[in-house]
């Protein structure tokens, strides 16, 4: 069979790499161009151009899909199947029609719950138990094709979204190469999704990151996990503005207002939230410097117990 990949960021890698394993003949790999990054501008290559390179196969990097040039190339290749995760780019009918068995998408949920461009954060944001993945038919809408396959997995209480992104990755670069070789057989079955289970798992932004101590230990705690590592969480500790990275269910409970400061010491930094329960917090990182544990931000910036945090506006 011969196939076009396309994808950009880490989650991708492992899908090219499984298929490529699984002796499929790759004729091309599409990925988004190339983007200036840090401080010296300098452009760099997306991780899929980078592994698709050093397994010696062609990369395309077209700006638009709409201008025919994708498609032009896509004819030239004449792919039996398009094999998308993570690229970025909105494939147009032409090229969704091109190829014989179509295009097939991996996507890191369990469709069609959270369709868009963040579910894994979204999972973690709304404090769910289970998550996966789903091979689904591309469609022109926004993951509304058939489901082809899925498979789930449990979300550890202390997963962070980067945690969850490498695990989905790898799950779901296993589930494309068993849907491929079943697209191959002829014996996949596509399902329709459920219109009236669909949610949305919007982009995220830093109006998401203020804490509200008003809110449940829990829902705080999937907060931090959720926005890990952008925009991240955030609180005012101390006077100063902190990336919050790292917390934990104390699995206490304390009087006092929400906010309050239950403890600040050498031990650590828990606070009272809206539920009565306590959240820990481990590790945060001050504007303008390093990530560290509580107890050596405390060290410079002392927070006596009763203190009242409030959000951040």
């Known amino acids: 069979m011969k196939i076009v990949f396309m994808g950009t960021p880490d989650f991708a890698v492992p899908s090219l790499k499984g298929l490529r394993a699984a002796g499929y003949e790759i004729r091309g790999v599409f990925t988004q161009p190339d983007k200036p990054k840090n401080r010296g501008m300098k452009l760099q290559p997306p991780p899929v151009k980078v592994c698709a390179l050093e397994l010696g196969l062609p990369v395309f990097q077209p700006a638009k899909m709409r201008d025919g040039e994708a498609l032009g190339i896509l004819q030239e290749l004449a792919p039996d199947l398009i094999a998308v995760a993570a690229y970025g780019k909105i494939l147009p009918a032409d090229i969704l029609d091109l190829p014989r068995l179509g295009c097939v998408n991996v996507h890191s949920s369990l469709l069609p719950k959270y369709r868009g461009a963040a579910p894994i954060n979204w999972a973690i944001l709304n404090g769910e138990d289970v998550t996966g993945v789903t091979i689904m038919r591309m ?45 191959e057989a ?34 705080l705690h999937d907060q931090v996990r959720g926005l890990y590592p952008w925009p991240a969480a955030t609180a005012v500790l101390g006077g100063v503005r902190c990336k919050v990275l790292r917390t934990a269910l104390s699995g206490e409970a304390a009087g006092g207002a929400p906010g309050t400061v239950a403890q600040a010491d050498k031990k650590g930094l828990k606070v009272v939230c809206g539920d009565g329960g306590v959240l820990d917090i481990l590790e945060l990182q001050p ?27």
């Open 139 to 183: 469609a022109e809408g926004m993951d509304t094709g058939d489901i082809l396959a899925q498979a789930q997995t449990p979300i550890d209480i202390n997963e962070n979204a980067v945690q969850l992104f490498d695990r989905l990755a790898r799950i779901g670069a296993d589930l494309l190469v068993e849907t491929v070789k079943s697209l």
């Open 186 to 219: 002829g014996t996949v079955k596509p399902i329709p999704q459920d219109e009236a289970l669909a949610t949305r798992a919007p982009m995220l932004s830093r109006e998401q990151s203020p804490m509200d101590w008003a809110r449940t230990a829990r829902q």
């Open 287 to 313: 504007d303008g410097k390093k990530a560290m544990a509580a107890p050596a931000f405390l060290l410079g910036r002392p927070i006596p117990q009763g203190t009242i945090l409030t959000k951040q506006e």
